[in-house]
Nanobody, 123 residues
Framework: QVQLVESGGGLVQPGGSLRLSCAASGSVFSTNVMSWYRQAPGKERELVAAISYGYGGNSSYADSVKGRFTISRDNAKNTVYLQMNSLKSEDTAVYYC???????????????WGQGTQVTVSS
């Protein structure tokens, strides 16, 4: 019904930047909160950033990424972005997007996840 496709991960040196994208396709009627999570080896998945619907969108961040990462969205494209600057080795993880989606003909909001994209910060 709904697929989330992520892109933009890769290998970057400490201090570098990457921009992740996550686009929803399929039977999307509307979207609500969009989020980015990450999971490092041996650790639990953690919330990195989230953004609400609406002009400008209210956003929130994990303390570890405040001032370095910026989440944004394009509602017309059902896409969420994560701009990551001043990357550190501890940012290395698989990054997942999550969206609250109301599918066409649906009865409630459901959560959908992307497949994950690897971000590796290393010299």
């Amino acid at each position: 019904q709904v697929q989330l496709v992520e892109s933009g991960g890769g290998l970057v040196q400490p201090g570098g930047s990457l921009r992740l994208s996550c686009a929803a396709s399929g039977s999307v009627f509307s979207t609500n909160v969009m989020s980015w999570y990450r999971q490092a080896p041996g650790k639990e998945r953690e919330l990195v950033a989230a953004i609400s619907y609406g002009y400008g969108g209210n956003s929130s961040y994990a303390d570890s990424v405040k001032g370095r990462f910026t989440i944004s969205r394009d509602n017309a494209k059902n896409t969420v972005y994560l701009q990551m600057n001043s990357l550190k080795s501890e940012d290395t993880a698989v990054y997942y997007c999550k969206m609250e989606v109301w599918v066409v003909g649906g009865q409630r909001w459901d959560d959908y996840w992307g497949q994950g994209t690897q971000v590796t910060v290393s010299s």
